[in-house]
C-alpha cells in the first residue's frame, strides 16, 4: 500500500514536502505519480518519476517549483514543493505506475490535502 502524507496550510509562496512511503512492495521497481484533484476540477498529474533510471516528468504549470524525488533505503517517493500558489491548493494523492509514467496506475494512496492561502 502507499501512504501519503505532508499536506497543511501554507500561505503563498510558502513550501511544503508531501511524503508516499511504500510497504509491501519495492517502490524503485515501479515508477511513481503525483496526482493533484483541486475542488470541482479533474485529477491533474502533477509529476512522475520512472522506475530505474529515476527521470522525471512535470506537468507545465509546477516546473521549476515542484521536484519529485525517491529515497530507495526508505521506500518513499518525496514531493517537493516550493513557491506555492493558492492554485496549487488540492488533495494530492501518490499512486504506482506500472507502465513506467503512462499512466496505468494500480495502487493509490490516500491523498493528502494542500492549501494555500493567506
Known amino acids: 500500500q502507499l501512504q501519503a502524507s505532508g499536506g497543511g496550510l501554507v500561505q503563498p509562496g510558502g513550501s511544503l514536502r508531501l511524503s508516499c512511503a511504500a510497504s509491501?512492495?519495492?517502490?524503485?521497481?515501479?515508477?511513481i505519480n503525483w496526482i493533484r484533484q483541486a475542488p470541482g476540477k479533474e485529477r491533474e498529474r502533477v509529476s512522475c518519476?520512472?522506475?530505474?533510471?529515476?527521470?522525471?516528468y512535470y506537468v507545465d504549470s509546477v516546473k521549476g517549483r515542484f521536484t519529485i524525488s525517491r529515497d530507495n533505503a526508505k521506500n518513499t517517493v518525496y514531493l517537493q514543493m516550493s513557491s506555492l500558489k493558492p492554485e496549487d491548493t488540492a488533495v494530492y494523492y501518490c499512486a504506482r505506475d506500472r507502465s513506467n509514467c503512462y499512466g496505468a496506475n494500480d495502487y493509490w494512496g490516500q491523498g493528502t490535502l494542500v492549501t494555500v492561502s493567506s
Open positions: 509491501g512492495f519495492t517502490l524503485d521497481y515501479y515508477a
Open positions: 518519476i520512472r522506475r530505474s533510471d529515476g527521470s522525471t
